[in-house]
């Protein structure tokens, strides 16, 4: 036990995705007790296909003694193979020696992986409470009531409830809404003995009509996954309302003259294909309000186009529970956090963004200069390896400065 008597100890954390239960675990080794409220009534472990986990954020996930599960039932990542329409090689992202850029893991098991650990540490989580109002009629003391009727109470509300946050909505209502990128994600997975494994590579391809990559395990399953430009401003639940059978037309028809084997590996996936609208956020210019404070996607969520939000939703984790055990002042300890990651954040939101923006080439001309720019692009962030955003450790054991 960390925690000194008059440090706050019980905290209360909205959203079991992937901040909630890091937070969790961070707080419990230093002395503070929480309970994780989620949204959702029972477990799905299959939603939400794959993502790419980097080496920063697999960083965190050792920090917890997580990282083996990871390594183990993930697909190592080096480097990502750009291709255009054509199959002429752009160029490579990542290096194909050293230590790997990340792993690539189906979704549901890194959520297992935090679940489990957090109730084997005797972290409680609570489904089905979608929360509803937040209270805080005492300074140091927060109310939360849930759709379900329930109340509960606490030292502190940290919120962890992803890009659609409910408490930065009830919390700072003046905050920017997420902003759509004009892109939807939709992928699945296959098993195919014609298309070549190839160790450590991911294949990305600009198509002549959209977007497209792919990785083969060595057990020969296809993890593939694809971005196109889709009008409006839809939500997830809206894409999920058009039938399976005509997603599947669609996509069919999107990569149909496409190089192998973009078509084949569409054309032979037989399980459900995933769909997903893609935003991101505008900076929120403060992250904290007495005792509520915002982590992850709820309050810097951004596209997943540089593969870095699951990790920085651990980063977070792990700063913040840091500056909570050393900074005995709720508030300062919250303004202390966002001091420290706001500045990170920030670069790797652009980042992505900027990669997105190269995604929505479609006519001739657009086509012509990412064609020509984007092997200098590629060469030139190279050079460093991206090593500012995967090799960013934070130290457990340092204290939090103030
Ligand atoms: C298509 C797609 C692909 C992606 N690919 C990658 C990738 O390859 N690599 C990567 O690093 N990142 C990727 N991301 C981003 C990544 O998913 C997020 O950055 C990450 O999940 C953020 O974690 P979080 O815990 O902040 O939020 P979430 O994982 O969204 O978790 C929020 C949780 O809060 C719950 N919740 C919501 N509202 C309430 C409420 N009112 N009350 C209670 N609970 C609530 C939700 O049910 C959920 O369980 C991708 C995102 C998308 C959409």
Not at 35 to 49: C, K, N
Not at 172 to 181: K, L
Request: glycine residues 10%.
């Amino acid at each position: 036990m960390e925690n000194a008597s008059n440090r706050p100890n019980k905290a209360l954390i909205i959203g079991c995705g992937i901040a909630g239960p890091a937070t969790a675990l961070f707080l419990k080794r230093a002395g503070i007790d929480s309970v994780i409220y989620e949204a959702d009534e029972q477990i799905d472990d299959y939603a939400g296909l794959f993502l790419n986990l980097a080496r920063n954020g697999l960083q965190v996930l050792k920090e917890l003694g997580l990282d083996e599960q990871i390594r183990q039932e993930g697909i190592e990542l080096h480097t990502m193979k750009m291709l255009n329409g054509k199959g002429k090689l752009l160029g490579h992202v990542g290096q194909t020696s050293g230590e790997p850029q990340g792993y690539t893991i189906k979704r549901g098991i890194l959520h297992k992986v935090l679940r489990e650990e957090a109730l084997r540490q005797g972290i409680s989580i609570e489904y089905g409470k979608k929360l509803k109002g937040i209270e805080r009629n005492e300074p140091d003391r927060v109310k939360v009531s849930f759709e379900d009727g329930t109340v509960v109470s606490g030292d502190m509300l940290i919120g962890c409830d992803g890009i659609h946050s409910r408490v930065r909505r009830i919390v700072m209502p003046s905050a920017p809404a997420p902003s759509y990128t004009g892109l939807i994600s939709f992928g699945g997975f296959l098993h195919s003995n014609t298309i070549p494994y190839e160790r450590g590579i991911q294949t990305m391809v600009f198509g002549k009509r959209a977007f497209f990559g792919y990785l083969v395990r060595n057990s020969k399953e296809v993890y593939w996954f694809g971005n196109m430009n889709y009008p409006g401003q839809p939500s997830r639940r809206e894409l999920q309302s058009i039938p399976q059978a005509e997603w599947l037309r669609t996509i069919n028809g999107l990569y149909a003259n496409d190089i192998a084997p973009l078509p084949e590996i569409v054309r032979s996936t037989k399980e459900e294909i995933g769909v997903f609208p893609i935003y991101d956020m505008p900076p929120i210019p403060v992250w904290h309000d007495k005792s509520v404070v915002l982590l992850g996607d709820a309050v810097h969520a951004t596209s997943p186009n540089a593969g870095q939000g699951v990790s920085l939703a651990l980063e977070d984790a792990i700063v913040l529970a840091r500056c909570i055990r050393d900074i005995p002042d709720v508030q300062l300890a919250f303004s202390e956090f966002q001091k420290f990651r706001r500045d990170r954040v920030e670069r790797i939101v652009q980042y992505s963004r900027r990669i997105g923006q190269r995604k929505h080439a479609t006519n001739p001309v657009q086509v012509f200069f990412r064609d020509l720019m984007l092997p200098l692009f590629l060469k030139s962030a190279n050079k460093d390896s991206h090593g500012w955003m995967y090799d960013y450790k934070v130290d457990w054991s340092e204290k939090a400065a103030l």
